[in-house]
């Protein structure tokens, strides 16, 4: 059974950071693209990063995290990371990671994405 699970989330204030995982489970997380989504109260979900699959881990940022946060993954834990440093109100959220069997990757829409974790919830707050 295919799965993904994150984990990391919590509360930290303005200026810190955290790691979040995305760790998978009955298949090969490196021969996938895997993204990072985030749904923040009120508004619709968006593509903050992806990895593509191993055959060249090419990575893509979004703008509003670009210089701030780092994607990676560790194929012999079979899990994709995601570091977030200097981390913003605004970046408060659930944080989803998906699984792209295409292996491109992208931020810019859910389509490719067959595979979806549980979240995990990243608040940010003095």
């Known amino acids: 059974q295919l799965q993904l699970v994150e984990s990391g989330g919590g509360v930290v204030q303005p200026g810190g950071s955290l790691r979040l995982s995305c760790a998978a489970s009955g298949f090969t997380s490196a021969d996938y693209a895997i993204g990072w989504f985030r749904q923040a109260p009120g508004k619709e979900r968006e593509g903050v990063s992806y990895?593509?699959?191993?055959?060249?881990?090419?990575?893509n940022y979004a703008d509003s995290v670009k210089g701030r946060f780092t994607i990676s993954r560790d194929n012999a834990k079979n899990t994709v990371y995601l570091q977030m440093n200097s981390l913003k109100p605004e970046d408060t959220a659930v944080y989803y990671c998906?699984?792209?069997?295409?292996?491109?990757?992208?931020?810019?829409?859910?389509?490719?994405?067959?595979?979806w974790g549980q979240g995990t919830q990243v608040t940010v707050s003095s």
């Open positions: 990895i593509s699959s191993s055959n060249n881990d090419r990575t």
């Open positions: 998906a699984a792209d069997p295409s292996g491109l990757g992208t931020i810019a829409a859910e389509i490719p994405y067959e595979y």
